[in-house]
């Protein structure tokens, strides 16, 4: 799964033309990366006491959560299907003025929910539901004009991401927090989805080419069951919230973390320990099949909330995958050596860092202190990535 721009160099480093709105993943990245640092930011400066965020729409909780996954991790994921499907296709994604708009929307909701008031809140609800509509439509005029149906499936996996989005903000604004804060939840583990799809195919190919080992054969049974078994998982965990089940998620959700583990036997992993672009995905990777697991026992281990749980995910899976993803992509695909510098290889640690203390330190009886070096790790990481690759990513490509 490669990503490719334009060969041509705009004539004019200016407006629409200037390289930043060549194809998404340019300043989708940048703008993502920039606000998780300064979200996370807010968010830690809020649980140290320093400064009171607004609550009177979104407590700061769902804010928190809802950033995060639809304002950041959202952002990234879009940012790249909207680009790596052009070369999915052979058919021209957005540049310019659209990937323009499609920014200022995005900035323009992040504005509104941290203003937090009912008004502002319902303006972004009206907002994310044009976004989310478009974003999908893009995309789904590009595969099915060119009749691709191999990438159908991040139509309905866009949607329901959009649907999760959209339905977690009116819970909220409605009053039924819990009820947001589950649906947030719940798009962690369609993100598991969305990482299982794009993971299982571009991870093996980076591997094989820049580990330099022989490609294994893929486990057949492993493939047509894996999706399944997570989107069953899914769904009683979504009903689960409306209507007593007699089943809990807890199986399905360990055995799509077993299975996960076990689709990295034929990855070449070992080979990996010495370029740091392929050992870090491989290890985010790996940790979201251990946050599947951990998720599944917590429901029958006290000491293992399922918050906790959950943060091995959205750090080490989803943080850790995004992190390495967006340096390889910005490298590669601006026409750079696949060689990330010093510093990146620290954000990489950090990311690793930061997923081990919120773990650990939760585990141990110190959730405060957990949230407060986490936080504070994820920061430094993504503030890392931004000063690094904004000379890359606003720069023409080589």
Not at 84 to 93: C, F, H, I, K, M
Not at 102 to 126: C, D, E, K, P, S
């Amino acid at each position: 799964m490669q990503i490719s721009e334009p060969q041509t160099k705009p004539s004019a480093q200016t407006g629409f033309n200037h390289p930043l709105w060549q194809l998404a993943f340019r300043s989708f990245f940048l703008a993502g990366g920039l606000y998780s640092a300064l979200s996370v930011g807010l968010w830690l400066l809020s649980l140290s006491g320093f400064i009171n965020l607004s609550q009177e729409v979104l407590p700061s909780v769902i804010w928190h959560a809802h950033e995060m996954i639809f304002g950041f991790a959202a952002l990234i994921a879009v940012g790249f299907i909207l680009t790596a499907v052009q070369t999915w296709t052979g058919t021209p994604s957005i540049t310019g003025l659209p990937v323009f708009l499609l920014l200022i929307t995005w900035i323009l909701v992040r504005v509104l929910l941290f203003i937090n008031l009912q008004v502002t809140a319902l303006v972004a609800l009206a907002l994310l539901l044009g976004w989310w509509c478009t974003v999908v439509t893009i995309y789904a005029r590009i595969v099915w004009s060119a009749n691709n149906k191999r990438n159908y499936l991040f139509v309905p996996l866009l949607s329901m991401l959009g649907i999760l989005n959209v339905s977690t903000l009116a819970l909220a604004i409605a009053g039924f927090q819990d009820v947001a804060l589950h649906i947030a939840r719940s798009a962690v583990l369609l993100f598991t989805m969305i990482m299982a799809v794009v993971g299982g195919r571009v991870i093996p190919f980076f591997t094989v080419r820049g580990a330099h080992v022989e490609p294994q054969e893929p486990l057949n049974w492993l493939e047509k069951i894996l999706l399944p078994t997570s989107f069953i998982g899914i769904s009683i965990f979504i009903a689960g919230q409306f209507v007593p089940l007699p089943i809990t998620p807890a199986v399905f959700m360990i055995l799509a973390g077993s299975l996960h583990l076990i689709r990295m036997t034929t990855w070449s992993s070992i080979h990996t320990l010495n370029v740091p672009l392929l050992w870090s995905l491989h290890l985010s990777y790996a940790f979201m099949g251990l946050g599947l697991i951990a998720l599944g026992l917590s429901y029958s281990i006290d000491a293992l909330t399922f918050s906790t749980a959950l943060h091995i995910i959205t750090l080490g899976a989803i943080g850790l995958m995004i992190i390495s993803m967006m340096s390889r992509v910005s490298l590669g695909h601006t026409g750079r050596l696949l060689q990330v510098k010093p510093q990146i290889v620290i954000a990489f640690l950090l990311m690793i860092a930061a997923t081990v203390l919120r773990f650990g330190l939760s585990i141990a009886g110190h959730p405060f202190e957990a949230w407060i070096a986490s936080a504070s790790l994820w920061v430094i990481s993504f503030s890392i990535f931004f000063f690094t690759y904004w000379p890359v990513l606003s720069a023409p490509r080589q």
